[in-house]
């Protein structure tokens, strides 16, 4: 089981990044995906869950600000994130939501002026 994130970037207040994850290894239709990030010196926590039949959820910090979706046929789940605020700079990873997975390398957003 692998994943590979990319997109991030540095962006200005108020910008807009929009993250891939390819994952592999295993029937990507079948399970939920979650976003996660880490900000330097925090826990790593979840921003965003699509189930399998495509039902999401957001914590309230996130909430009408990020997107997430997948497409099963390209085993890819994205993520976008529009009015982003220095508070959400971090590391961001993808991973099958409730599963013992191995983080990919993630992939950086800075947003900062």
């Known amino acids: 089981v692998q994943f590979v994130e990319s997109g991030g970037g540095l962006v200005q207040p108020g910008g807009s990044l929009r993250l891939s994850c390819v994952a592999s290894?295993?029937?990507?239709?079948?399970?939920?995906m979650s976003w996660y990030r880490q900000a330097p010196g925090k826990e790593r926590e979840s921003v965003a869950y699509?189930?399998?039949?495509?039902?999401?959820n957001y914590p309230d910090s996130v909430k009408g600000r990020f997107t997430i979706s997948r497409d099963n046929a390209k085993y890819t789940v994205y993520l976008q994130m529009i009015s982003l605020k220095p508070d959400d700079t971090g590391v961001y990873y993808c991973?099958?939501?409730?599963?013992?997975?191995?983080w990919g390398q993630g992939t950086q957003v800075t947003v900062s002026s």
């Open positions: 699509i189930s399998s039949t495509g039902n999401t």
């Open positions: 290894g295993f029937t990507f239709s079948n399970y939920a």
């Open positions: 991973k099958r939501s409730l599963r013992a997975d191995s």
